[in-house]
Structure formats: structure tokens, C-alpha cells
């Protein structure tokens, strides 16, 4: 996608899968492409649609949780388009687990007990839940990969006050157990999800995308426990599948791999499973919508002189 020249704008980003645009001192345009990253590398081909999907799962979390924490975002003027309140934003996110999976696990399994500062009990299998949901942050790292870290060291390294700890981490919880409660309706298990956080002056507000398959990883509600006492693997609505073809393609992002071909059959499945989350989260059909550059441009500067 071209770079866009908005008025008033004064800074370009582009991130690994979203284009930002500030305008002013105020305001951002996000632009969500069908780039598709994992172990923090772009991987070479888009997904058709998937930019949609992250836009408008993310939209509409975010005014689902708006009573338990305000959030950057202002417009939709298109379906790949979010246009929202420019924030500070603390340097970690904010990783809530209600499931041993993923990370948690390959840390787990490899003996470990402790993540982020958090005592994982003994006794536990792969995709086990917690007895209550738990917080293992990450730095986030402008370059290369997202790395653990606790919070007291959040604390004295200054990404955050006491105070702003305590609050980021309950309104962290708090934004977990809406997700939670939202998944269940429609039949899913939001296993683990990742939020991002911002200030404008002295109120945080919510940043970024919320409770969408690339910042979270959902199960199905229905047989799960009966998988669990199998020792049966649990489907999932995630982008954890890319991740497991790249790993069984012998990449893990590190030096000196190589980022496996991707066929044009492995990029519709992607495709497909992206708009099957849509679907299954949303409990909406979904209506794949195709724009040029110039009806994107249009009708985000319209929204912007709107908001101006």
C-alpha cells in the first residue's frame, strides 16, 4: 500500500502490520494492511482481508469495553481504517493468561516455574487454566523482540509508577474477565490477550487492538474439557497456527533462518481462518470489502476535517 499525505500531518510509521499517520499533535490514523507478521518478522505475503478483520474486531471491542477503561479511538471511516486520540504510551503490554499455553507453556515445560515475577503452580498440562488469570508483561521493544519483564522492574527501571502499575494491571484484569465474558456468548474461551496502554495527561487510556486473533488466542468452549482429560491438542482461533507452521518449517525468527515459501493454498487458509474468527467472535457474517487507495484516502480525510 502507498504512503498516504494527509493535511495536517505531521509524522509516518510504519509498523509490522498497521501504517501511522499522526495528524497534528492530537490525533492518529491507523491503516491495517493484510501484512502478517510472526516471531517479529514480516512474512512475505499479505493475507487478503485480514487488515478488515483486525479493524473491525478491534472497533468493536473496544466500544465493548469503554465503560471499564476510555480508549484511543474516535473513527472508522473505512473498514481497514481507525482514526483516534494520539496517547503516551507506557513502553510494555500488558499479557493476561487465563490458560497455560503458548509462551507460558514452552516455559513451563521446560522446567521453569516463575514468568514475569508469577509462580506457575506444579502439576499442570499444557492448556490447563489457572486458578485465576495472570499478568506477564513484555517490554515493548521498538526493534527485534518483545522481551519478559516483571513488576518490580518496571517499576524501578521507571516504565511505570507504583500507582500506574496497580492500575494498568487491574484494569488489565478487568478487561479480561469483560473479554471473558463476551467470548463465552459466543461459545469461545479467551484463553490469553495482550493490551496496550497510553496517557493523555494523567488518564490511561486503552491503545492499539483489543481481544483480536492477532493479540489474542481463543479455544472452543464446547468439548474442551473433554479434550483436556484426552490429553487431546484444543483447536484454536488464533494466529498460533502460523506460528506452528513456521516452527515445524524450522523457523522461530532467529538468525540465520529463513522465512519458509508460502503457497497461494497456505495463504487463503489464512485467509479463511482470519474471517472464520470474524465470524465466530463477532456472531456476524462477514462482508469483505475491497477499496482503492483513493476511496481509503477520501474518505478518511473527510472523517478527519469532521473531527477538526
Known amino acids: 500500500m502507498s504512503t498516504f499525505q494527509f493535511i495536517n500531518q505531521t509524522g509516518f510509521y510504519r509498523g509490522k502490520v498497521r501504517d501511522v499517520y499522526s495528524i497534528g499533535e492530537n490525533l492518529l490514523v491507523m491503516v491495517a494492511s493484510d501484512r502478517i507478521s510472526a516471531f517479529d518478522v514480516i512474512l512475505p505475503r499479505p493475507i487478503p482481508f485480514k487488515?478488515?478483520?483486525?479493524?473491525?474486531?478491534?472497533?468493536?471491542?473496544?466500544?465493548?469495553?469503554?465503560?471499564?477503561?476510555?480508549?484511543?479511538?474516535?473513527?472508522?471511516?473505512?473498514?481497514?481504517?481507525?482514526?483516534?486520540?494520539?496517547?503516551?504510551?507506557?513502553?510494555i503490554e500488558m499479557v493476561v493468561r487465563g490458560y497455560l499455553t503458548g509462551h507460558a507453556w514452552r516455559t513451563y515445560r521446560s522446567g521453569q516455574r516463575m514468568l514475569c515475577g508469577v509462580e506457575m503452580p506444579d502439576g499442570l498440562h499444557e492448556n490447563d487454566p489457572f486458578e485465576t488469570p495472570i499478568i506477564t508483561p513484555s517490554t515493548k521493544a521498538s526493534e527485534g523482540h518483545d522481551e519478559d519483564i516483571d513488576a518490580s522492574t518496571?517499576?524501578?527501571?521507571?516504565?511505570?509508577?507504583?500507582?500506574?502499575?496497580?492500575?494498568?494491571a487491574s484494569l488489565a484484569l478487568?478487561?479480561?474477565?469483560?473479554?471473558?465474558?463476551?467470548?463465552?456468548?459466543?461459545?469461545?474461551?479467551?484463553?490469553?490477550?495482550?493490551?496496550?496502554?497510553?496517557?493523555?495527561?494523567?488518564?490511561?487510556?486503552?491503545?492499539?487492538?483489543?481481544?483480536?486473533?492477532?493479540?489474542?488466542?481463543?479455544?472452543?468452549?464446547?468439548g474442551y474439557k473433554e479434550r483436556q482429560a484426552?490429553?487431546?491438542?484444543?483447536?484454536?482461533?488464533?494466529?498460533?497456527?502460523?506460528?506452528?507452521?513456521?516452527?515445524?518449517?524450522?523457523?522461530?525468527?532467529?538468525e540465520g533462518q529463513s522465512v519458509p515459501t508460502m503457497s497461494d493454498e497456505w495463504v487463503a487458509t489464512i485467509s479463511k481462518r482470519y474471517i472464520e474468527l470474524y465470524e465466530k467472535v463477532i456472531g456476524k457474517a462477514f462482508i469483505p470489502t475491497q477499496l482503492s487507495e483513493e476511496e481509503i484516502f477520501k474518505s478518511t480525510s473527510k472523517a478527519l476535517a469532521q473531527i477538526h
Open 51 to 91: 487488515g478488515q478483520v483486525l479493524n473491525q474486531i478491534a472497533s468493536h471491542m473496544l466500544e465493548a469495553t469503554r465503560d471499564i477503561c476510555p480508549n484511543w479511538l474516535l473513527s472508522t471511516p473505512a473498514p481497514m481504517v481507525s482514526i483516534g486520540k494520539k496517547c503516551t504510551p507506557f513502553k
Open 154 to 168: 518496571i517499576v524501578s527501571s521507571g516504565l511505570a509508577t507504583q500507582e500506574e502499575w496497580n492500575k494498568l
Open 174 to 222: 478487568q478487561l479480561f474477565e469483560r473479554g471473558t465474558k463476551i467470548a463465552a456468548e459466543r461459545g469461545l474461551i479467551l484463553v490469553d490477550t495482550k493490551y496496550e496502554f497510553g496517557k493523555i495527561g494523567d488518564e490511561i487510556y486503552l491503545m492499539d487492538e483489543v481481544h483480536t486473533p492477532d493479540s489474542s488466542r481463543y479455544f472452543f468452549a464446547e
Open 230 to 254: 484426552k490429553g487431546e491438542r484444543q483447536p484454536q482461533l488464533s494466529k498460533e497456527f502460523v506460528r506452528e507452521w513456521l516452527i515445524e518449517n524450522n523457523f522461530m525468527g532467529k
